[in-house]
């Protein structure tokens, strides 16, 4: 074992237990936010959006480690409108003011790895957020080789066309495009039926439209 | 949590032990363990002792909370596989839709679940096949139940074919592993090792596939290997009993006596609370530690006879009635004293064992072997002639034959011949003080070897006819008389013992003459 390989394993583990930690830490906090009255809820609110985003933040990181040190990520039955409303409640949590809408049908099943998808949902909405949506929709087409495509659409103001051409990865001025190299590494993570998990974007006459396609 | 999701009769545990308690005194409806279960057990074990004593039936839900890392362990198990499980982090909303979607399958499921409670095999086969051809949206739990269930039946090539069309069409790990096995047992093993090797590349946490590797290995008679396989699988997960079992039995099959040593230690530690407790690890960690035991003077080497000990005292306490294991305890006690040159102690325990053995019903040959090899350790090589003359006597097979004939030969015969004359000295001095009977008692001793010299068997003859002489003939004293004479045969009359020979048999003689009227 050489040296850089301890160092990798070192920060896995300390982001592994973070992530464990930030859980431990958002659920004590939501406890005591049932318990406190009204206003003081309000004032806490902020408090638990960072905890969150900071553990969603951790449990990317700890993603990331395991898309490039595993050679095939563990996939199962796994159920899109679920998925989709885990990654809502972690989104309201940051952004509550946002309407987000879940179109997706209770029975819509798949074969992919829930969490990485919830993670990819929940970075595709916060982009859409960060520029300037304020209604999202989640929806979900299923295929007939039990492939499947997540569809998020926004209104907003569109992705600019040097992203739509991948000339650039992002637009925002402290923007890094890791969030869609995020999600494209999620997608690709998915392989099945000589098939490759990709990201769509493209806009329509609303706003934004970024496409999952998981086989 | 589960309060708030609606059950009721909720109890909570906060390690393994005390959910096994649980699990053993109440019936569950659902049964939701985390992974991680802290030092003794984890939620696989739980899971596997919870259905292995028939306190969970097949209707019941178990699920795993689990972290990523624990997925490829959790998500593989192919015997007892959870219902559902939950990664980690969740919220109380994720835990609420997750168990709704774990609860409708396996309602789905509910007949072929009941007809498994009731042993019904082939119709929980019928009923999977009829799930798989109605609800395609339950593929992967019905094609996982029936995967089990067509290998329980030892129905191979339909296992196989569940199992590879799912490979193809899902790739996920436990069919692989389940195509392994029937590769397998349908003869190909070099086939199965090379799916289980591929399998490992992509879920290298996948411990299944090591013991089934190792179980592989060890039929090709590649018994070093199946050991290192073993040893990688407990590197992952090594709160498993059976599976530290299985590396101590190997370990010490190939002579690792180290590793063997470790792995029963460890099923002892493990199986304390579990239902896989079994009295050969505590038999089989004494035997592989005490052949350690090198150095009576060094540290390690007495706190490892102190373990040992320790170890004997626990299966004596846990397991009163079983005589077997009692024996074989005594039996390891008496060989660590051995190791450690204590050989009071050591016939002291041997002693215990002896007791034991003579409450055995049908005792194997084998307890007899090692009764004699505990003698010889214990410089009781009067016992030790007697039980291998005993032997001598009935029959054995070739391996018995070979063991004690090694035996035989490792009684030294000049420590007979010592101890026979011992016990000769003893036996004049008892005559020189007129005590005929323990005179008596001393020769008889010390002429039954075949070392015995004709001095010792002069000296038996001389108290046995003192003694007739004194009270009255006896007809088997005189039998035995003669069965010595017949031993010492012809003395020649220039041998200074000729004189002493011929009064002793003329005396012989007159005492027959005499008990013939």
Redesign the interface.
């Given at each position: 074992m050489n040296t850089d390989y301890k160092f990798e394993l070192l920060v896995a583990a300390y982001a592994?237990d973070l992530?464990?930690q930030?859980?431990a830490l958002?659920e004590q906090q939501e406890m005591l936010v049932v318990d406190l009255p009204k206003e003081y809820q309000l004032k806490l609110a902020p408090m638990i959006s960072h905890t969150n985003k900071i553990?969603e933040d951790t449990?990317r990181l700890?993603s990331l480690y395991?898309l490039e040190n595993t050679?095939?990520i563990?996939?199962?039955?796994a159920?899109p409108h679920?998925t989709a409303?885990?990654a809502i409640?972690s989104c309201l949590l940051q952004f509550p003011s946002i309407i987000i809408n879940n179109k997706i049908d209770n029975?819509s099943?798949g074969?992919y790895n829930?969490?990485l998808a919830q993670l990819a949902l929940v970075t595709l909405i916060t982009n859409s957020v960060q520029a300037g949506a304020t209604q999202i929709s989640l929806n979900c087409e299923e295929h007939d080789d039990?492939s499947l495509t997540f569809i998020i659409e926004d209104n907003g103001p569109g992705f600019n066309k040097a992203i739509l051409d991948g000339s650039i990865s992002t637009t925002k001025a402290a923007g890094t495009g890791l969030g869609l190299h995020f999600v494209k590494m999620i997608c690709k993570a998915h392989?099945?039926?000589n098939k490759q998990g990709k990201l769509s974007l493209s806009n329509n006459n609303t706003g934004a439209v970024a496409r999952l396609f998981l086989p | 949590m589960a309060s708030i999701l609606g059950g009721d009769k909720i109890d909570s545990a906060t390690d393994g032990i005390e959910a096994m308690n649980l699990i053993h005194r109440h019936d569950y409806d659902i049964v939701l363990s985390d992974y991680n279960l802290g030092r003794a057990k984890d939620g696989q074990q739980v899971l596997e002792e919870a259905r292995f004593t028939n306190r969970l039936p097949a209707t019941s839900l178990f699920i795993v909370i689990t972290?990523?890392?624990a997925?490829?362990m959790v998500?593989g198990a192919l015997e007892y596989d959870p219902d559902g499980y939950i990664?980690?982090?969740y919220?109380l909303?994720?835990l609420k839709?997750?168990l709704i979607?774990i609860i409708t399958v396996k309602e789905k499921l509910r007949p072929a679940n009941e007809a498994i409670d009731a042993k019904d095999y082939n119709l929980a086969i019928k009923l999977c096949l009829q799930v798989l051809k109605e609800n395609k949206?339950l593929r992967?739990?019905a094609s996982r139940m029936l995967g089990q269930l067509l290998l329980k039946q030892k129905n191979f090539e339909q296992a196989l074919n569940i199992y590879s069309q799912l490979v193809i069409?899902?790739?996920?790990?436990w069919a692989k592993l389940g195509q392994a096995i029937c590769i397998y047992k349908l003869g190909d093993p070099e086939k199965a090792l090379e799916i289980l090797n591929s399998t490992l590349?992509?879920?290298p946490l996948y411990v299944q596939c090591y013991d089934w590797i190792a179980k592989i290995l060890l039929s090709l008679g590649r018994s070093e290997e199946a050991q290192t396989a073993l040893e990688k699988a407990i590197a992952i997960s090594p709160k498993a009993v059976l599976r530290q079992m299985e590396l101590g039995r190997i370990a010490y099959q190939n002579g690792d006596l180290v590793v063997a040593e470790n792995a029963f230690k460890n099923a002892i530690r493990l199986g304390r609370y579990s239902c896989h407790k079994s009295v050969k690890n505590y038999l089989q960690f004494a035997r592989s530690a005490q052949v350690l035991l090198k150095n009576p003077g060094d540290r390690t080497t007495q706190n490892k006879a102190s373990e040992i000990l320790r170890a004997m005292d626990e299966l004596k306490q846990d397991y009163p009635v079983d005589n077997d294991s009692l024996f074989f305890a005594s039996m390891l006690e008496s060989k660590t004293h051995t190791n450690m040159d204590n050989v009071k102690e050591a016939r002291r325990c041997l002693s215990d064992a002896e007791l034991v053995y003579a409450r055995l019903e049908n005792p194997e040959i084998e307890y007899q072997l090692q009764i004699v090899e505990a003698y010889i350790d214990t410089e009781q090589s009067v016992k030790a002639q007697q039980m291998i003359d005993a032997l001598k006597t009935i029959s054995l097979s070739a391996e018995q034959s070979s063991k004690l004939n090694d035996l035989d030969h490792a009684l030294n015969g000049e420590a007979l011949r010592r101890h026979s004359s011992q016990l000769n000295d003893e036996g004049v001095d008892h005559f020189q003080q007129g005590n005929l009977e323990a005179a008596i008692d001393a020769f008889d001793q010390a002429t039954q070897y075949e070392f015995a010299t004709t001095s010792a068997m002069l000296n038996s003859i001389q108290a046995k006819i003192a003694f007739m002489e004194k009270v009255k003939p006896n007809k088997d004293m005189l039998k035995e008389c003669r069965a010595l004479l017949i031993r010492i045969g012809e003395i020649d009359k220039n041998d200074e013992r000729f004189a002493r020979y011929a009064r002793l048999r003329k005396t012989y003689d007159r005492l027959g003459r005499a008990i013939a009227k």
């Amino acid at each position: 074992m050489n040296t850089d390989y301890k160092f990798e394993l070192l920060v896995a583990a300390y982001a592994h237990d973070l992530k464990n930690q930030l859980q431990a830490l958002t659920e004590q906090q939501e406890m005591l936010v049932v318990d406190l009255p009204k206003e003081y809820q309000l004032k806490l609110a902020p408090m638990i959006s960072h905890t969150n985003k900071i553990k969603e933040d951790t449990l990317r990181l700890v993603s990331l480690y395991r898309l490039e040190n595993t050679q095939q990520i563990n996939r199962d039955d796994a159920w899109p409108h679920d998925t989709a409303n885990q990654a809502i409640e972690s989104c309201l949590l940051q952004f509550p003011s946002i309407i987000i809408n879940n179109k997706i049908d209770n029975d819509s099943q798949g074969f992919y790895n829930d969490q990485l998808a919830q993670l990819a949902l929940v970075t595709l909405i916060t982009n859409s957020v960060q520029a300037g949506a304020t209604q999202i929709s989640l929806n979900c087409e299923e295929h007939d080789d039990d492939s499947l495509t997540f569809i998020i659409e926004d209104n907003g103001p569109g992705f600019n066309k040097a992203i739509l051409d991948g000339s650039i990865s992002t637009t925002k001025a402290a923007g890094t495009g890791l969030g869609l190299h995020f999600v494209k590494m999620i997608c690709k993570a998915h392989l099945g039926a000589n098939k490759q998990g990709k990201l769509s974007l493209s806009n329509n006459n609303t706003g934004a439209v970024a496409r999952l396609f998981l086989p | 949590m589960a309060s708030i999701l609606g059950g009721d009769k909720i109890d909570s545990a906060t390690d393994g032990i005390e959910a096994m308690n649980l699990i053993h005194r109440h019936d569950y409806d659902i049964v939701l363990s985390d992974y991680n279960l802290g030092r003794a057990k984890d939620g696989q074990q739980v899971l596997e002792e919870a259905r292995f004593t028939n306190r969970l039936p097949a209707t019941s839900l178990f699920i795993v909370i689990t972290g990523e890392n624990a997925m490829d362990m959790v998500m593989g198990a192919l015997e007892y596989d959870p219902d559902g499980y939950i990664t980690k982090p969740y919220t109380l909303n994720m835990l609420k839709e997750r168990l709704i979607r774990i609860i409708t399958v396996k309602e789905k499921l509910r007949p072929a679940n009941e007809a498994i409670d009731a042993k019904d095999y082939n119709l929980a086969i019928k009923l999977c096949l009829q799930v798989l051809k109605e609800n395609k949206r339950l593929r992967l739990p019905a094609s996982r139940m029936l995967g089990q269930l067509l290998l329980k039946q030892k129905n191979f090539e339909q296992a196989l074919n569940i199992y590879s069309q799912l490979v193809i069409d899902r790739s996920v790990s436990w069919a692989k592993l389940g195509q392994a096995i029937c590769i397998y047992k349908l003869g190909d093993p070099e086939k199965a090792l090379e799916i289980l090797n591929s399998t490992l590349v992509d879920h290298p946490l996948y411990v299944q596939c090591y013991d089934w590797i190792a179980k592989i290995l060890l039929s090709l008679g590649r018994s070093e290997e199946a050991q290192t396989a073993l040893e990688k699988a407990i590197a992952i997960s090594p709160k498993a009993v059976l599976r530290q079992m299985e590396l101590g039995r190997i370990a010490y099959q190939n002579g690792d006596l180290v590793v063997a040593e470790n792995a029963f230690k460890n099923a002892i530690r493990l199986g304390r609370y579990s239902c896989h407790k079994s009295v050969k690890n505590y038999l089989q960690f004494a035997r592989s530690a005490q052949v350690l035991l090198k150095n009576p003077g060094d540290r390690t080497t007495q706190n490892k006879a102190s373990e040992i000990l320790r170890a004997m005292d626990e299966l004596k306490q846990d397991y009163p009635v079983d005589n077997d294991s009692l024996f074989f305890a005594s039996m390891l006690e008496s060989k660590t004293h051995t190791n450690m040159d204590n050989v009071k102690e050591a016939r002291r325990c041997l002693s215990d064992a002896e007791l034991v053995y003579a409450r055995l019903e049908n005792p194997e040959i084998e307890y007899q072997l090692q009764i004699v090899e505990a003698y010889i350790d214990t410089e009781q090589s009067v016992k030790a002639q007697q039980m291998i003359d005993a032997l001598k006597t009935i029959s054995l097979s070739a391996e018995q034959s070979s063991k004690l004939n090694d035996l035989d030969h490792a009684l030294n015969g000049e420590a007979l011949r010592r101890h026979s004359s011992q016990l000769n000295d003893e036996g004049v001095d008892h005559f020189q003080q007129g005590n005929l009977e323990a005179a008596i008692d001393a020769f008889d001793q010390a002429t039954q070897y075949e070392f015995a010299t004709t001095s010792a068997m002069l000296n038996s003859i001389q108290a046995k006819i003192a003694f007739m002489e004194k009270v009255k003939p006896n007809k088997d004293m005189l039998k035995e008389c003669r069965a010595l004479l017949i031993r010492i045969g012809e003395i020649d009359k220039n041998d200074e013992r000729f004189a002493r020979y011929a009064r002793l048999r003329k005396t012989y003689d007159r005492l027959g003459r005499a008990i013939a009227k």
